[in-house]
């Protein structure tokens, strides 16, 4: 009936996610090293690509939280925050507290922040 082989085959289907994954990876790969070199934005742009293309990347996610704190972005790292409990849920106690103490930490900088920025207009 079709004169060309079937172009969704099951075996092409794998290949292009395997494709897609190991490229996730690579984009992941390339923003922890610039993380190493102190390029943060940089680093979250790279962060954003990978998850552009699976939103649900925990990994992708974690590291988008990390570069946000360090930009001092803490609504953002927030909802990445909520995001990471969101996909977790109840299936996995471990992540759901580690996910909740990123939450506790974002508010323990923002405040630091928050009365660091204030401290020196304070009368001494």
């Not at 004169?3 to 690579?26: D, V």
């Not at 630091?112 to 304070?122: E, P």
């Amino acid at each position: 009936m079709y004169p060309y082989p079937s172009t969704t085959s099951s075996a092409n289907i794998r290949t292009n996610t395997y494709s897609l994954i190991h490229f996730q990876n690579f984009v992941i790969l390339q923003a922890e090293e610039y993380i190493d070199t102190f390029q943060y934005e940089l680093a979250q742009k790279f962060c954003e690509r990978a998850l552009t293309m699976d939103s649900d990347n925990l990994r992708a996610l974690e590291t988008s939280g990390t570069l946000l704190l360090e930009l001092e972005q803490m609504e953002k790292a927030k909802a990445v925050s909520f995001k990471m409990i969101k996909i977790l849920g109840d299936s996995c106690i471990c992540g759901t507290h580690l996910a909740l103490f990123y939450v506790q930490g974002i508010s323990f900088l923002y405040n630091r922040i928050t009365v660091g920025c204030v401290a020196h207009l304070l009368p001494q």
